[in-house]
């Protein structure tokens, strides 16, 4: 193998990994979501956790989902595992949807130590951009397998439309 056939492997392979990281980074910076303990949260005390990496890193979470449209409806789905569906609290505003919660931690109840607490829990806000102007008092909600998915109308129904952007 000759030293360029190398070279060129060793700069795919960094094409690969800085795209793979910059896709990433820009399709996780909406749901990074910042959680804030409080005295409901019930966090065991800091004497009862090895975890090395627990800190300011363990305030911090994916809060996935994903925005659906149709003619008809906006769809939002929220992947947020562990609660239950009196732990949110939704609200429209202007553009966007707004979920705010409490995630609580669940403990074991038995004698013991936590070695990894890599989940995050507190309270929350995530603001979701809506697509299109919707009829927040017809929304609808559902909480299931740690998944909370909201449907609301469009105020004035029709096609999903392309909107272009003038180059000046």
């Known amino acids: 193998m000759k030293i360029d056939e190398i070279r060129q492997g060793f700069g795919a392979l960094r094409d690969t990994v800085a795209g793979g990281w910059e896709r990433l980074r820009r399709k996780a910076s909406d749901a990074l979501t910042r959680y804030r303990p409080g005295g409901g949260t019930a966090l065991p005390a800091a004497a009862e956790i090895d ?10 979470a994916m809060l996935g989902g994903d ?21 949110f609290a939704l609200e429209v505003v202007g553009s966007s949807l ?37 009829q927040s008092e ?13 449907e609301l109308p469009k105020r004035e129904p029709g096609s999903p439309s392309a909107r272009s952007i003038p180059v000046g």
């Open 51 to 60: 975890d090395p990496t627990l800190g300011s890193g363990a305030l911090w």
């Open 67 to 87: 925005v659906f449209e149709d003619d008809q409806r906006v769809i939002v789905r929220l992947e947020a595992p562990g609660m239950a569906k009196d732990d």
């Open 98 to 134: 707004v979920v705010r919660g409490e995630k609580r931690f669940q403990s074991e109840g038995t004698e013991g130590r936590w070695r990894v607490v890599q989940c995050a829990y507190g309270s929350f806000q995530r603001v979701v951009p809506l697509p299109a102007e919707v």
């Open 138 to 150: 017809r929304a609808r909600a559902t909480y299931r397998d740690g998944v909370l998915r909201v």
